[in-house]
């Protein structure tokens, strides 16, 4: 039996924030601090995903994809992210694919083809094609998040079909410590109480 169309249930606009935590990670690390990061200048992905749902004030999914091709889990990791809703997605290769790409590109695909909003935590240019496709749907709100002087220099050329783009520490406020970069920043975002202290 079918619902008549004025008693459909309308389901809850959502963000799926896909996290792409290798490549935040690495660009952490080799970019911005020039080294491994110690566990109190990591992100913290809990401030994450409260930005997601800030950000166009609706539900967030957040998927957190990592690469564990090694055959091992980082246990303490994954549990913590449970413990923040996230949804975490181990993914393991079958040769030397970038598995965690792939994933995030068959997810960003199957996107397409459903209603909500996406945010993709990553500074990766290989999601170029699939971001491009998302745009493409003039009622679907996409952004970007990761350190903005170190994301794929193409994704820019998308912010006149409606990319927006954030940034880590600046929008999301992901860290408790302050980084030591050196950026561009937008007068509106600049405190100088940051530099004076």
């Known amino acids: 039996m079918s619902v008549p169309s004025s008693q459909a249930i309308v389901t809850p606009r959502r963000t799926y924030l896909i996290v792409d935590g ?62 923040m809703g996230y949804k975490p997605i181990p993914l393991a290769a079958n040769g030397t694919e970038k598995v965690v790409d792939v994933g995030i590109q068959r997810t960003l695909e199957a996107l ?8 993709l935590a990553s500074h990766d240019g290989d999601f170029l094609p699939q971001i491009e ?8 709100r996409v952004g970007l998040l990761g350190f903005r002087e170190f994301v794929n220099a193409r994704f820019a050329d998308l912010t006149d079909q409606g990319l927006e783009m954030f940034d880590l520490e600046g929008n999301a406020d992901a860290f408790t410590t302050m980084l030591p970069r050196v950026r561009i920043i937008p007068i509106d975002e600049f405190d100088p109480l940051r530099y004076i202290l």
């Open 22 to 83: 290798e490549n935040i990670d690495a660009t952490l690390g080799m970019n911005v601090l020039g080294r491994r990061p110690a566990p109190e200048e990591r992100p913290r992905w809990d401030r994450i995903s409260a930005f997601a749902e800030k950000v166009w004030d609706q539900d967030v999914v957040p998927l957190f994809f990592l690469n564990a091709t090694s055959g091992q889990m980082p246990m303490p990791f994954v549990q913590a992210l449970l413990a």
């Open 112 to 119: 397409a083809s459903r209603p909500g909003d996406v945010l």
């Open 133 to 140: 496709a998302l745009l493409d749907d003039d009622d679907r």
